[in-house]
């Protein structure tokens, strides 16, 4: 089993900054690719950004320039840094890792997530 836990959502003004953790854990061999996704009332869920483990990135064209994912391998851990933040970033923002357990068998997790509201 493997878990993923989102936490840094909150409140923040239009214009500010807010950054995301995500840790996966528990029988974890490696992790592929971790990203964050983000579902605003009434729409789909989107990906936001994805990083894999050799660090290769791809961001929604909506974001690039203000978010910044990075991970520490080490920890299982992926950020997301939200900078310029408007009222269409407000969401619910989910990560999701994908790899192999202790059993290599694969695995494709996701948190329950996290919410961001941004206030104009």
């Known amino acids: 089993q493997v878990q993923v836990v989102e936490s840094g959502g909150g409140l923040v003004q239009a214009g500010g900054s807010v950054r995301l953790s995500c840790a996966a854990s528990?029988?974890?061999?490696?992790?592929?690719?971790m990203g964050w996704y983000r579902q605003a009332p009434g729409n789909q869920r989107e990906l936001v950004a994805r990083?894999?483990?050799?660090?290769?990135?791809i961001y929604a064209d909506s974001v690039k320039g203000r978010f910044t994912i990075y991970r520490d391998n080490a920890k299982n851990t992926v950020y997301l840094q939200m900078n310029s933040l408007n009222s269409e970033d407000t969401a619910v923002y989910y990560c999701?890792?994908?790899?192999?357990?202790?059993?290599?068998?694969?695995?494709?997790?996701w948190g329950q997530g996290t919410q961001v509201t941004v206030s104009s």
């Open positions: 999701n890792a994908i790899g192999l357990t202790t059993t290599r068998r694969s695995f494709d997790s």
């Open positions: 528990g029988s974890i061999f490696g992790i592929n690719a």
């Open positions: 990083i894999t483990s050799s660090g290769s990135t």
